[in-house]
């Protein structure tokens, strides 16, 4: 066993309670979001996704930006899972990594399991990594960071000593397997270094690939 599993993989445990979306420090992008931000993290190199991207390639996937939420945690990031998972975020939303993140010992669900549910916005790794990525599953069809993802943007950073291992007996059920993501629709993936070993086995097809198992 790895542990005790985030609250977006069997329920709250007893160690996780930021379930609640105030849980995670947020902004309102129609105020001066970038310089409260700068303001709060001083010393910090922050890099907005349209400082990376542009608003014209933003708005070219109605990925307009307006809400920002800031993760610093591992929490935090299982947190961002069990929100999408749940439909409770959608579209219209960066994520902004502030600090590496190491997952040892924690088996992780990936974002975006459901094409109801698949995340649309914008992951902006902001030179950060995040480490020991496990995921594990009989169950998941969709494997990576996220699942699935439509007009979405993962952009600047890293992934390191990531496993993934999904194994499906059934010959009528496709897999998708990735780093990043399992299946991704319309999605830019910029500037992202990923090292991981994958282990699919699937009766159906399988598309399996470093960044992403299909696009």
Not at 3 to 27: A, H, I, M, Q
Not at 105 to 133: D, W
Not at 145 to 159: E, H, K, R, V
Not at 187 to 201: D, E, P
């Amino acid at each position: 066993s790895l542990g005790n599993t985030y609250p977006s993989l069997r329920g709250v445990g007893l160690e996780w309670k930021n379930t609640e979306c105030d849980t995670l420090l947020s902004f309102d992008t129609n105020s001066l979001y970038k310089g409260e931000i700068r303001n709060l993290f001083e010393g910090s190199s922050i890099l907005f996704a349209d400082e990376v991207l542009g608003e014209q390639e933003l708005s070219s996937k109605d990925s307009s930006i307006n809400r920002v939420y800031l993760i610093q945690t591992a929490q935090e990031l299982a947190w961002l899972s069990l929100a999408v998972n749940s439909g409770m975020l959608t579209s219209h939303c960066e994520f902004i990594l502030m600090e590496d993140i190491d997952l040892a010992g924690r088996f992780f669900t990936p974002i975006g399991l459901t094409q109801q549910t698949a995340f649309c916005g914008v992951f902006n790794f902001n030179g950060h990594t995040i480490s020991n990525l496990t995921i594990d599953s009989l169950s998941y069809t969709h494997s990576g960071l996220f699942a699935i993802t439509q007009n979405a943007y993962i952009i600047n950073g890293y992934i390191k000593d990531a496993f993934i291992k999904v194994e499906n007996s059934s010959v009528t059920t496709n897999l998708y397997a990735g780093t990043i993501v399992g299946l991704a629709y319309n999605t830019t993936i910029k500037n992202i270094t990923v090292s991981t070993a994958m282990l699919v086995k699937g009766a159906g097809k399988v598309y399996v690939g470093g960044l992403a198992g299909h696009v």
